[in-house]
Nanobody, 125 residues
Framework: DVQLQASGGGLVQAGGSLRLSCVAS????????FAWFRQGPGKEREVVSC????????DYADFVKGRFTISSDNAKNTVYLQMNSLKPEDTAVYYC??????????????????WGPGTQVTVSS
């Protein structure tokens, strides 16, 4: 069975850090590009960051540049999102997603093949 299991969310004060992990199983990890999306209360889902399978290049939404870092460990079939300098507006459910396409920059949500159930991140002021 295909699974994307995200973890690492929680409650943190503004300025703090969290690291999200997404463990993939049931498909060939190396063939997929991965992304983190988020959906805040009353907001639409938006892409946060992605990493491409073709060349491991990373892309970030403007609102997280310089604060978040995406990485992957192919040996562990895991994608990470290191989140630093968190702000209350980062509060959201964070989802990891996988796409068979080799690139991810600008890729819309509909192009992702697999989704995890999400992990809640809450940043208090």
């Amino acid at each position: 069975d295909v699974q994307l299991q995200a973890s690492g969310g929680g409650l943190v004060q503004a300025g703090g850090s969290l690291r999200l992990s997404c463990v993939a199983s049931g498909f060939t990890f190396d063939d997929y590009s991965f992304a983190w999306f988020r959906q805040g209360p009353g907001k639409e889902r938006e892409v946060v960051s992605c990493i491409s399978s073709a060349n491991s290049s990373a892309d970030y939404a403007d609102f997280v540049k310089g604060r978040f870092t995406i990485s992957s460990d192919n040996a562990k079939n895991t994608v990470y999102l290191q989140m630093n300098s968190l702000k209350p507006e980062d509060t959201a459910v964070y989802y990891c997603a996988a796409s068979l396409l080799g690139y991810c920059s600008g890729l819309p949500a509909k192009e992702y093949d697999y989704w995890g159930p999400g992990t809640q991140v809450t940043v208090s002021s």
